[in-house]
Nanobody
Framework: QGQIVESGGGSVQPGESLRLSCVVSGLPFSRNAMSWYRQRPGKEREPVASITSTGGNANYADAVSGRFTISRDNTKNTVYLQMNNLKPDDTAVYYC????????WGQGTQVTVSS
């Protein structure tokens, strides 16, 4: 049975950094694109970043472009989200998603940015 587990969330101050990790097991990780989504308080879930199966191409939401970097290690079945210069508006639950014939979601990890 497939499993997607995010980690690395926490509470930081504005301007600080965090790196989220997402480990996938029991699913065809290396053959599928991966995405990070987030759900900010009181708002709908939204895409943050995505990366192709080989890691050769990535896309970002305008709100995080230039501050966040998505990457993956297919030898470790892991995708990362490096988040720099965090802002209070980045406060959200961040979800990892495997983009296959069906989308598989992790449980999410909380990121709180506050002074």
């Amino acid at each position: 049975q497939g499993q997607i587990v995010e980690s690395g969330g926490g509470s930081v101050q504005p301007g600080e950094s965090l790196r989220l990790s997402c480990v996938v097991s029991g699913l065809p990780f290396s053959r599928n694109a991966m995405s990070w989504y987030r759900q900010r308080p009181g708002k709908e879930r939204e895409p943050v970043a995505s990366i192709t199966s080989t890691g050769g191409n990535a896309n970002y939401a305008d709100a995080v472009s230039g501050r966040f970097t998505i990457s993956r290690d297919n030898t470790k079945n892991t995708v990362y989200l490096q988040m720099n210069n965090l802002k209070p508006d980045d406060t959200a639950v961040y979800y990892c998603v495997l983009r296959g014939s069906s989308n598989y979601w992790g449980q999410g990890t909380q990121v709180t940015v506050s002074s």
